[in-house]
């Protein structure tokens, strides 16, 4: 079992069927949405192995070992600082925003600070089911998938007076922000369709502080009253957001009704393929809905052949 597997186990909830994941998003809507209005964001990965790491924080990581704020700031700083020695900070109607700058990034396959989430729990699960290929062969549909529901309420940053400007802002809005802040919470941001596929994947973005210890703010290895928390590095490991998981049980909900849970299902291999031709079926979900534009099809539309030798 790797760390990452570890560190979700004791907070996900396992499911087997599209029947079972329907349900479970069904009694997360009634029970927290309804009565709380609540607002989540979902993101799903082939993989539950793979940790909740933005690209950026999973390049430095890849190279460096675990880093922290200081680290992944200081290397934001210069890819913005060479975004505009390349004369890229300029659209069509004049110069863009550190979060536009940053979204378009993200849209090209550059590292940045933003995490990709949908605001549609199905969206989500079917990035948890895709059929993924590398080089022309199948890959992952023997890996359980993965699928997060992560509380953004009051975290929305389009419906926040106090946070809106940063949609505008020339320089990065959370440089000045005290560590305590940034590290401990989690923002949501719905961009503009600048693109088909932000459309069609009800597309937003988390973005927040590296976690940090010091803060009050502790990641236990297990529910029980005296579990033993993860060292800071560990948790850095499989998150690069300062997230609390939860299980998806009443007693946890209502124990954090003024914070921000985090809830995590795994997908187990063996449902992927039913739960992919339900979401077709029903919801018309597949590769041509969710990419509809002409990188989605150079990168997935002929997945069968091959992109390297053998």
């Known amino acids: 079992m790797s760390i990452v597997d570890e560190f979700f186990q004791p907070w996900e909830t396992k499911i087997a069927s599209f029947e079972s994941i329907n349900a479970a998003i069904a009694d997360l809507y009634d029970r927290w949405v309804v009565p709380h209005n609540r607002l989540f964001a979902w993101r799903g990965v082939v993989s539950a192995s793979w940790p909740l790491h933005s690209s950026l924080y999973r390049r430095l990581l890849w190279t460096r070992g675990p880093i922290d704020e200081r680290d992944l700031s200081r290397e934001e700083r210069q890819i913005l600082k060479r975004v505009h020695q390349w004369g890229l900070h300029h659209g069509q109607t004049g110069r863009l925003s550190i979060l536009a700058q940053l979204a378009t990034l993200q849209h090209f396959g550059a ?177 041509e809905t969710i990419y509809p534009d002409y990188p989605g099809f150079a990168e997935f539309g002929t997945p069968e052949l091959r992109s390297r030798p053998a």
């Not at 809830?263 to 919801?283: G, M, N, Y």
Request: proline share 6%; with cysteine; hydrophobic share 40%.
């Open 111 to 287: 590292p940045t600070r933003l995490v990709d989430v949908t605001l549609n729990a199905y969206i989500g699960l079917w990035f948890a089911v895709e059929k993924r290929h590398d080089n022309g062969a199948l890959v992952h549909e023997e890996s359980d998938g993965r699928l997060f529901a992560i509380d953004v309420t009051r975290r929305l940053i389009n419906e926040d007076s106090e946070r809106r400007p940063w949609e505008d802002d020339l320089h990065r809005p959370w440089k000045d922000f005290s560590t305590d802040m940034w590290s401990s919470n989690t923002w949501a941001w719905k961009p503009a369709p600048f693109q088909a596929r932000i459309a069609s994947q009800h597309g937003a973005f988390l973005v927040g502080g590296v976690p940090r210890k010091g803060l009050d703010l502790e990641w236990p290895k297990d529910a029980g009253l005296n579990a033993e928390p993860w060292r800071i590095d560990d948790v850095r490991r499989c998150t690069s957001l300062p997230l609390r998981f939860h299980e998806v049980e009443p007693a946890a909900l209502e124990a954090e009704e003024e914070g921000q849970p985090a809830f995590t299902f795994r997908i187990a291999a063996s449902a992927k393929q039913e739960i992919r031709e339900r979401l077709k079926t029903v919801f018309g979900y597949s590769y």
